[in-house]
């Protein structure tokens, strides 16, 4: 085979080659999302729809918003909690990063909470001062807050294990150990939770959970879920939602179809097309139908007669035309 031969053979083949690498680079991709769970976010994120995210509860406040006994409206907080925040609002963080700290709440958060935020801590690991350890036993409620809210069925029961400031009392507990505590604090109060699994995807449907979500939210208050704890500076665009929900390949192969079609273009396989287009006038196979009736009915005697009655017919036409000028 000479060189030529080899060369448009390779260049042949490189279309196919690209097709299964990109094929054999999605899968790849599928196969990496499903083993991290379906979704690039953290677990607590109001982005994330797997079991552990918050999407389904920031769906539904969405819809009660500025309905009566829902709240004012619902954001997503992507800075740190300053004074500047809206005061009697809700921030709600759920399984939030936190560097090792000896306080529970910095200065502006805590000031933030006294002018009457209300700042609700949904915890599984080790927060400030506060520690967890998981639990075994129901989860009883022991004081009179939140009406309608009774029965917590977690799917993995927790308890504040220790750390728990000396001003928080306990509503639930497991055994003798609190699972949700509030802490009063100015004109507003925080509240802690140690089993977050409750407001989560997964378990938002069991026991008095829902209610639980409305009451952590409040009435009137405007929501925030806060993602800044997890690490996000800004709200995620259409590319970050379209990595979490598996298109990753997609925006790869759109600019790659680019190049390959641009790069087709520019040689051409095989001779060129024929650009041929009909140019003749209908009047043209008009006359050639006539010819072959004519040709098909009439002999050629009839014929020229028919063409010299024709020609003198015309011929009169024509000088009656001219005589009547």
Do not use: C
Request: net charge positive; glycine share 12%; aromatic share 6%.
């Amino acid at each position: 085979m000479s060189r030529d031969g080899a060369g448009s053979a390779v260049a042949r083949l490189l279309p196919v080659l690209g097709a299964l690498a990109y094929f054999a680079a999605g899968l790849l991709w599928l196969g990496a999302g499903s083993r991290a769970g379906g979704s690039v976010f953290a677990p607590g994120s109001t982005f994330d729809t797997s079991p552990t995210g918050l999407s389904l509860a920031r769906r539904y406040l969405a819809g009660r918003a500025g309905r009566p006994g829902g709240p004012a409206r619902v954001e997503v907080l992507v800075r740190p909690i300053t004074s500047g925040l809206m005061s009697g609002a809700t921030v709600l963080r759920v399984r939030p990063r936190h560097e090792p700290s000896p306080l529970l709440l910095e200065a502006p958060e805590r000031a933030w909470v006294e002018g009457g935020g209300r700042l609700v801590l949904g915890l599984r690991d080790a927060y400030g001062p506060l520690a967890t350890a998981p639990a075994a036993g129901r989860t009883v409620k022991v004081f009179p807050a939140w009406p309608g809210v009774s029965t917590l069925r977690p799917p993995a029961p927790r308890r504040l294990d220790a750390g728990l400031p000396a001003g928080a009392h306990t509503v639930f507990a497991i055994g003798a150990a609190p699972a949700v505590a509030r802490e009063p604090l100015g004109r507003g109060e925080v509240v802690l939770l140690a089993v977050p699994e409750a407001i989560e995807n997964g378990a938002l449907d069991q026991a008095d959970h829902l209610r639980l979500l409305e009451a952590l939210a409040g009435a009137g208050r405007v929501v925030y879920f806060d993602e800044h704890a997890h690490g996000l500076e800004r709200e995620p665009g259409v590319i970050d939602l379209l990595a979490a929900w598996g298109f990753g390949p997609l925006l790869v192969l759109l600019p790659l179809t680019g190049l390959v079609v641009l790069w087709r273009q520019r040689a051409r396989l095989g001779p060129p097309l024929d650009d041929y287009r009909e140019r003749r006038s209908d009047a043209v196979d008009l006359l050639d139908s006539l010819a072959l009736l004519y040709a098909r009915s009439l002999g050629p005697g009839e014929v020229r007669a028919a063409l010299r009655a024709g020609r003198e017919h015309s011929l009169k036409s024509r000088r009656t035309a001219d005589g009547a000028r």
